[in-house]
């Protein structure tokens, strides 16, 4: 049996996703975020990282995202949800599976850092210092990446149905994140990067994933 081990409010509803989208029997273990936002500790009885998402499975630990689902649709997917080896499709398939916790992550979790570091605990002499070294970080740096990433986002998404060419793949399930990070987190408004925002509410509308939410639990992305 397949088991997620589940923290609310995070990348592991991707994964339930997944297994709604292939109809694969799983179960769920819960595991619930610390006042501080950090998963609780006996997530790393499960994998010394202590992160989420992870599953167990078959006597076998696998943790990371883009791993987790690659694994789960090369073991039980039967051929969907991944384009055939030695496709264009693959290749951009196994781009987008990277690009998503490689490139733009990042970048979404920094600009999230950085925007707390000023409302921090410190003396208050201290504080317009953070500020002003959040606010530059910010500006000279985050945003016009951000800008850069967003707007090539929404050009790859004017070239095909779906990131990895006309059919819905995984590589749709591991992007969906960082896209909804952006849209809370980054400022990309819909009228500026409408085929970002259409993607969205096209997932948004897909049957396994409203199931996947009421298997999860209300998700909002931090
Ligand atoms: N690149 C990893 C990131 C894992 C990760 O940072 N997960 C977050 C949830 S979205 C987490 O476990 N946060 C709680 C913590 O760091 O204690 C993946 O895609 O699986």
């Given at each position: 049996m397949i088991t997620v081990h589940h923290l609310n409010n995070s990348r592991s509803q991707r994964v339930l996703w997944l297994l709604e989208e292939l109809e694969l029997p799983y179960?769920?273990?819960?595991?619930?975020?610390?006042?501080?936002?950090?998963?609780?500790?006996?997530?790393?009885?499960?994998h010394p990282l202590g992160k989420s998402p992870v599953i167990t499975d078959d006597g076998r630990t696998v943790a990371e995202s883009g791993a987790i689902l690659e694994y789960l649709v090369e073991r039980?997917?039967?051929?969907?949800?991944?384009?055939?080896?030695?496709?264009?499709?693959?290749?951009?398939?196994?781009?987008?599976?990277?690009?998503?916790?490689?490139?733009?992550m990042p970048l979404l979790v920094m600009k999230l850092v950085f925007g707390q570091i000023p409302r921090g605990p410190m003396p208050f002499i201290v504080r317009p210092v953070a500020r002003g070294i959040s606010?530059?970080?910010?500006?000279?740096?985050?945003?016009?990446?951000?800008v850069r990433h967003f707007a090539y986002l929404e050009a790859e998404l004017g070239k095909s149905s779906w990131f990895a060419?006309?059919?819905?793949?995984?590589?749709?399930?591991?992007?969906?994140?960082?896209?909804?990070?952006?849209s809370v987190r980054g400022g990309g408004d819909r009228a500026k990067?409408?085929?970002?925002h259409t993607f969205l509410d096209r997932i948004h509308a897909r049957p396994a994933?409203?199931?996947?939410?009421?298997k999860?639990?209300?998700?909002?992305?931090?």
């Open positions: 179960e769920i273990v819960r595991y619930e975020r610390q006042p501080d936002m950090l998963a609780p500790p006996s997530l790393r009885a499960v039980y997917g039967m051929g969907r949800l991944r384009p055939e080896r030695g496709t264009e499709e693959r290749l951009r398939f196994s781009y987008w599976m990277h690009y998503a916790e490689g490139s733009l606010d530059k970080v910010q500006s000279v740096f985050l945003q016009p990446q951000l060419g006309e059919a819905f793949t995984a590589a749709d399930i591991q992007m969906s994140f960082p896209l909804e990070a952006m990067y409408p085929r970002i994933y409203q199931r996947a939410l009421t999860g639990g209300p998700f909002e992305v931090l």
